[in-house]
């Protein structure tokens, strides 16, 4: 079963940029559609955007519009998610999660999920 690792996390100020890596341990992610999530304290996990097999993009949250792009690195064979801007409530533990292709908000078409990287944004 493929492995998903999420690397990048970190502590930063308001305003500041993070970029979250995604990789499957001994496989590309090309072929899958991949999909980023977000935990905070004492909330429900939530879909933030997501990618398909095919590149389409979608993104779940409005208040992440325009602040936070998805991507593939092809040469890297990984998933990222540039964070732009970040704020006090961006505060979270970020997972990824791959599907055979689709995107959703919800947990349904993703077959693995990564253990989380903790993302604080504070002054």
């Known amino acids: 079963q493929v492995r998903l690792v999420e690397s990048g996390g970190g502590l930063v100020q308001p305003g500041q940029s993070l970029t979250l890596s995604c990789a499957a341990s001994?496989?590309?992610?090309?072929?899958?559609?991949v999909g980023w999530f977000r935990q905070a304290p004492g909330k429900q996990r939530e879909g933030i955007t997501c990618?398909?097999?095919?590149?389409?993009?979608?993104n779940f949250i409005d208040s992440v519009e325009g602040r936070f792009t998805i991507s593939r690195d092809y040469t890297k064979r990984k998933v990222m998610l540039q964070m732009n801007n970040l704020k006090p409530e961006d505060t979270a533990v970020y997972y990824c999660?791959?599907?055979?292709?689709?995107?959703?908000?919800?947990?349904?078409?993703?077959?693995?999920w990564g253990q989380g990287t903790q993302v604080t944004v504070s002054s």
């Open positions: 990618i398909t097999s095919d590149d389409g993009k979608i």
């Open positions: 999660a791959a599907s055979r292709g689709r995107c959703s908000a919800g947990d349904e078409p993703f077959i693995t």
């Open positions: 001994g496989y590309t992610l090309d072929p899958y559609g």
